[in-house]
């Protein structure tokens, strides 16, 4: 009997579409640097010609600020290409399988929206890159909106054909659902998918001058938005009725956190909206609701972080597939939340206090919450290596099965 290796990852699940994820989550969480500590006036966001002023006129501090964003935006950016292309290669290679018959034949069916959840973060990434590294961007930017659209119009169809075929199923053949495996929110994974189609699809609305462009996006946002709250509602209250009764599913427990980043992204989603209504609908809305709106998010997130860290803890999860010797692709799942945090945890300062005139920026309180937020991204950046040592570069040792 021969000898062979393999890596955890040879072991291939949809769910691994989270680590291309949590990498383009990443990437993002260093353009927060740029986006709230660098000057952009004429514009939303920060652009190449901002930040090239920024570094050439600042001091060592901004300069130091700007290589480490550039650089955490360039490497994390890279992994998330990378393992999106991984992930593809793999997914095709799964379609047709024995494998794919028994998921797509029960409840983990919906971990297919993986996929439409990572193409759109790889847009995101997309615009984060250009806006950081090309020169002259802002001048051709009314032309990439309505490309935008498209791309993010086309992802949000992938995954209604893919929740199509779950609930073509489900809800037309009685008893093929198992109740009794759905003790966690894994099934609020296609809320996340929309939920990134939305703000995705806001993007155009918040920085577009053309109102058909920004009305288009105020639309599209909005519909994606609803869709992802409508299904989040129910399968939060299905999937808690379950827990109640069965316990929480140990290996899919860190899904209890996947409320936290549906929150900050949908949040953002409304920012966006909320922009655009005022600077090309000129409707107008109070700093001190934006921040009574962002505060009400956080509250979720923190409330929902507490019962994750709760039941993990009891579980002993960490012990098992995060330090142990069990490896579980879900464990990528726990990337988001810490990414979704920090962001959240930036535009609450900034949108919401700063705005508000509750701190001033740049001061010593604005710095000390800033500091969890960097903190935050700093512990997932290690936390994203270490699951992916363990994954994609760790081998296991097994004895080969004999062909009969």
């Not at 095709?92 to 794919?100: D, Q």
């Not at 797509?104 to 297919?112: F, M, P, R, V």
């Not at 990439?144 to 809800?171: C, D, H, Y």
Request: net charge positive; glycine share 10%; proline share 4%.
């Amino acid at each position: 009997m021969q000898s062979s290796t393999y890596r955890p990852a040879d072991r291939y699940s949809p769910i691994y579409f989270l680590a291309s994820l949590g990498a383009g989550g990443l990437a993002v969480t260093f353009f927060m640097y740029l986006f709230f500590w660098v000057p952009h006036p004429g514009q939303p966001v920060p652009v190449f010609e901002d930040v090239a002023r920024a570094f050439n006129g600042g001091d060592w501090l901004t300069q130091a600020m700007i290589v480490v964003a550039y650089l955490g935006i360039a490497v994390l950016s890279f992994f998330n290409l990378r393992l999106l292309v991984w992930n593809i290669v793999r997914y095709r290679r799964l379609k047709g399988t024995e494998a794919w018959q028994k998921l797509t034949s029960s409840n983990a069916e919906t971990q297919l929206l993986a996929m439409p959840l990572a193409l759109a973060m790889s847009v995101n990434v997309g615009f984060v890159l250009g806006m950081a590294f090309v020169p002259g961007l802002w001048g051709v930017v009314e032309f990439l909106f309505p490309a935008a659209l498209v791309a993010f119009g086309l992802i949000g169809v992938l995954a209604f054909r893919q929740l199509g075929g779950f609930f073509g199923r489900v809800l037309t053949k009685g008893g093929v659902y198992d109740m009794t495996a759905h003790n966690s929110f894994a099934q609020l994974l296609p809320a996340f998918a929309l939920s990134m189609v939305a703000v995705g699809f806001s993007a155009p609305a918040a920085m577009s001058t053309v109102p058909l462009t920004a009305g288009i996006s105020l639309i599209g946002s909005t519909f994606f938005g609803i869709a992802a709250i409508l299904y989040a509602v129910v399968a939060a209250i299905t999937g808690f009725n379950s827990m109640l009764h069965y316990g929480t599913s140990k290996e899919a427990g860190p899904t209890l956190l996947v409320v936290i980043p549906i929150m900050t992204v949908l949040g953002i989603t409304f920012l966006r909206q909320q922009h655009g209504m005022h600077a090309t609908f000129g409707a107008h809305d109070a700093a001190i609701e934006t921040l009574v709106f962002l505060s009400r998010l956080l509250a979720v997130q923190v409330l929902f972080l507490l019962l994750g860290l709760l039941v993990l803890g009891r579980q002993g999860y960490w012990g098992q597939y995060i330090f142990g010797k069990d490896n579980s692709a879900g464990a990528y799942a726990l990337v988001c939340p810490g990414v979704a945090l920090s962001v959240m945890l930036h535009f609450w300062l900034n949108k919401g206090m700063v705005a508000s005139g509750l701190i001033e920026k740049f001061s010593a309180g604005y710095w000390a919450i800033s500091a969890v937020a960097v903190a935050l991204q700093f512990l997932m950046v290690w936390f994203v290596f270490h699951l992916n040592r363990r994954h994609f570069g760790r081998t296991h040792h097994t004895d080969a099965v004999p062909a009969e």
